[in-house]
């Protein structure tokens, strides 16, 4: 059984902090990640991926991935109160995407 | 350049009618894929497709659930016989090419069946 794991929350977060958000995974043969943002009632979109071991950086956005470990992490630096919504982790171990069923972040002004 | 577009928006069934839902991927998007979201839950895939083609239903239900990708036109996801536990979120998602090659996946704006 492929799995992704997520820590639900609700995840508080002040307004300029940094938010963590984790993720694991079963399946060590994935090989691409994803971190999709879902606001209430719309549909995810795509804000981060990562292949390779290590840090991406994207703007306020950082993806960090370890595959030893079967571990990915998002870190949103000075977030907004824009950033609160449902931040999904999303592996790819073969067709399709297995998705986590989410972490719930809610940025406090 | 039009993203995923999904029809209707909102579906409204009774108990024991067919839903058909569509989707029209991104343009030069060749990959169709169907997902079910219940509240608080997470997307489950159902089935992935290419034109004329199902590559992977691993995620359908046996029974009343069949998915199309025609060579002209829209991905079929056709429920026959709902029932009320058919009542999701059903989001379809396309790419460019194989998933399993780091192919990113784009959503559409989902359809909310509301089954009574």
């Known amino acids: 059984q492929k799995e992704v794991e997520q820590n639900s929350g609700p995840l508080s977060v002040p307004e300029g902090a940094i938010a963590s958000l984790n993720c694991t995974y079963s399946d060590r043969g994935s090989q691409s990640f994803f971190w999709y943002r879902q606001y209430s009632g719309k549909s995810p979109e795509l804000i981060m991926f990562?292949?390779?071991?290590g840090d991406k950086e994207d703007g306020r956005f950082t993806a960090q991935l370890n595959k030893a470990s079967q571990y990915v992490s998002l870190l949103i630096r000075d977030s907004q109160p824009s950033d609160s919504a449902t931040y999904l982790c999303?592996?790819?171990?073969?067709?399709?995407?297995?998705f986590g069923k989410g972490t719930h972040l809610i940025i406090q002004p | 350049n039009a993203g995923v577009m999904q029809n209707p928006r909102h579906l409204v069934r009774r108990r024991g009618q067919e839903a058909r839902l569509r989707c029209s991927p991104m343009?030069?998007?060749?990959?169709v894929y169907w997902y079910r979201q219940l509240p608080e839950e997470g997307l489950k895939f159902m089935v992935y497709?290419?034109?004329?083609?199902?590559?992977?239903e691993s995620g359908m239900p046996k029974e009343r659930f069949s998915a199309e990708f025609p060579k002209e036109g829209p991905s079929i996801l056709r429920i026959q016989q709902v029932v009320r536990g058919d009542s999701a979120a059903y989001f379809c998602?396309?790419?460019?090419?194989?998933?399993?090659?780091?192919?990113?996946?784009?959503f559409g704006s989902g359809t909310q069946l509301s089954v009574l």
């Open positions: 999303a592996v790819n171990p073969s067709a399709g995407l297995t």
């Open positions: 343009k030069g998007h060749s990959h």
């Open positions: 998602a396309s790419s460019p090419g194989h998933a399993g090659n780091n192919e990113k996946l784009f």
């Open positions: 497709l290419q034109k004329e083609n199902i590559i992977d």
């Open positions: 990562i292949y390779s071991n």
